[in-house]
């Protein structure tokens, strides 16, 4: 890995903004899927959250773990357990959802700890998540259509969020609030993705990356690396 990439990833990595996220009820179609999670890179969005059509689970995690390498996609069961996931970090809900109590997207605030709740395609978010939510949102329309396209209703919203975000300086750190596992997970996977898929397919502990961002490993770790047996 070169200088200015070694550079670029820990520029993106100290932007990542962990108390800002997307969870998917029940998306089905692949290619929103993979827009909602390109969106969310773009923003910073370091991991989005997602409960699968249950016939449909392994074509949607697979859709996803393919969509993006740099954003985390965390599935959960049901709806209640990834709601109570978030809550636990203290994260306000969000419904995108028409309704007599529902807000202008814009009037709420997006600094704080901020889940943005996305529904199926064709039927919307569930009764059950409307229930556990904490506030419904609504993109302002005048047209005679009443609903947008999930992945674009999402990066509407994602974008609003970065906006207020950036204006309160949330995007200026110079060090990532990740974990060090997770940054160098993520410095080994962009920088050689090569080696990493060889390590992943042997099994093998991804090396450390030195600041430098050079790979420093045991001769011993290289040897298995070469070896055409897997472990």
């Known amino acids: 890995m070169n200088a200015q990439r070694y550079a670029r990833i820990r520029a993106m990595l100290a932007a990542r903004q962990h108390d800002l996220t997307v969870c998917m009820e029940q998306v089905h179609k692949?290619?929103?899927?993979?827009?909602?999670?390109?969106?969310?890179?773009?923003?910073?969005?370091?991991?989005?959250?997602?409960?699968?059509p249950g016939s449909r689970m392994r074509t949607m995690v697979s859709s996803a773990a393919g969509s993006?390498?740099?954003?985390?996609?965390?599935t959960h069961r049901s709806i209640a357990d990834a709601?109570?996931?978030?809550?636990?970090?203290?994260?306000?809900?969000?419904?995108?959802?028409?309704?007599?109590?529902?807000?202008?997207?814009?009037?709420?605030?997006?600094?704080?700890?901020?889940?943005?709740?996305?529904?199926?395609?064709k039927t919307g978010i569930t009764q059950e998540a409307l229930e556990l939510a904490d506030r419904d949102i609504?993109?302002?329309?005048?047209?005679?259509?009443?609903?947008?396209?999930?992945?674009?209703?999402s990066a509407l919203i994602l974008y609003e969020a970065q906006r207020?975000?950036?204006?309160?300086?949330?995007?200026?750190?110079?060090e990532s609030s990740l974990?060090?596992?997770?940054?160098?997970?993520?410095?080994?996977?962009?920088?050689?993705?090569?080696?990493?898929?060889?390590?992943?397919?042997?099994?093998l502990p991804y090396p450390e990356i030195n600041d430098r961002g050079e790979v420093v490993a045991a001769p011993e770790w290289?040897?298995?690396?070469?070896s055409k047996a897997r472990k």
């Not at 993006?68 to 965390?74: A, L, P, T």
């Open 30 to 52: 692949p290619h929103n899927v993979s827009a909602v999670i390109r969106t969310a890179d773009a923003i910073g969005v370091h991991e989005v959250h997602a409960v699968w």
């Open 68 to 74: 993006n390498s740099w954003v985390q996609v965390k």
């Open 83 to 121: 709601v109570s996931c978030l809550k636990g970090q203290n994260m306000q809900i969000l419904a995108t959802h028409l309704s007599e109590k529902a807000v202008d997207f814009r009037e709420v605030d997006y600094t704080r700890p901020t889940c943005i709740l996305m529904g199926q395609e």
């Open 138 to 153: 609504i993109i302002p329309m005048i047209g005679m259509v009443q609903s947008l396209n999930v992945s674009v209703a």
């Open 222 to 226: 290289w040897a298995a690396m070469q």
């Open 179 to 203: 974990e060090y596992s997770e940054q160098q997970r993520l410095l080994f996977e962009g920088g050689y993705p090569v080696l990493a898929r060889v390590a992943k397919h042997k099994g």
């Open 164 to 174: 207020q975000r950036q204006n309160a300086g949330m995007y200026l750190r110079e």
